[in-house]
């Protein structure tokens, strides 16, 4: 598996604002993941877009993919301070073991 | 499910000493990874393993690190002897690609402080 580049590092918004993280990726993926990672624990898996879908939609969350583009995006509306965390992108080759390379993340700032 | 169990949670040690991480896998999944998380280089996958078998170990930093899954439920990282540039958060995680199911559960992590 390949390693995802998040961006931008940080992104500091206030509470009910939409957050928009990006996601790009050097070649061609089978699906791709975002988590979250509350400040000390373990990453939480939010969502996982295959290749050959666009949209996809989790309660709040909605994630892109532009396979053209080699790139994803992750939006939350109606941001809380409880989604003050880091976020990682995770393209997947679709491999049968799954391993997964993990980037730096976004570190999102949700100010009440 | 429990989820993943890591023990122990947190662990301090002075350098020299050999220390043991432990690492209980979701039931079921058949694939189990080590991280490392520090500040300065992020999540790094150490070593992976895939029915039990090691399947890529070369994120595991020097030769004072090993890794065993003697089990489908347990698996051990070892540093030996420490130093306290090991000092991170270390993550066990399990998943499970069948059916094209590729996500995968984290454990609480442990705090390893090296002094």
């Known amino acids: 598996s390949q390693q995802g580049e998040e961006d931008p590092q940080a992104l500091s918004i206030q509470e009910g604002e939409n957050a928009t993280m990006n996601c790009s990726y050097k070649t061609s993926i089978n699906n791709l993941q975002w988590y979250r990672q509350n400040s000390g624990r373990g990453l939480v898996h939010l969502i996982l877009?295959?290749?050959?879908?666009r949209e996809k939609h989790s309660g709040r969350l909605r994630v892109t993919l532009d396979t053209s583009k080699k790139s994803s995006s992750l939006l939350i509306t109606a941001s809380r301070a409880a989604d003050t965390a880091s976020y990682f992108c995770a393209p997947g080759d679709g491999g049968s073991q799954g391993n997964l390379i993990f980037g730096k993340g976004t570190k999102l700032s949700v100010k009440p | 499910d429990a989820g993943v169990i890591q023990s122990p949670r947190h662990e301090v040690t002075e350098m020299g000493q050999e220390v043991t991480l432990r690492c209980k896998p979701i039931s079921g999944h058949n694939s189990l990874f080590w991280y490392r998380q520090t500040m300065m280089r992020g999540l790094e996958l150490l070593i992976y393993?895939?029915?039990?078998?090691?399947?890529?170990d070369s994120g595991m930093p020097e030769d004072r690190f090993s890794a065993k899954m003697p089990n489908a439920s347990f698996s051990t990282l070892k540093i030996q002897p420490s130093e306290p540039r090991d000092s991170a958060v270390y993550f066990c995680a399990s998943s499970s690609a069948t059916g094209g199911s590729y996500e995968q559960y984290f454990g609480p992590g442990t705090r390893l402080t090296v002094t």
């Open positions: 393993f895939n029915n039990n078998v090691p399947i890529d």
């Open positions: 877009i295959r290749s050959n879908e």
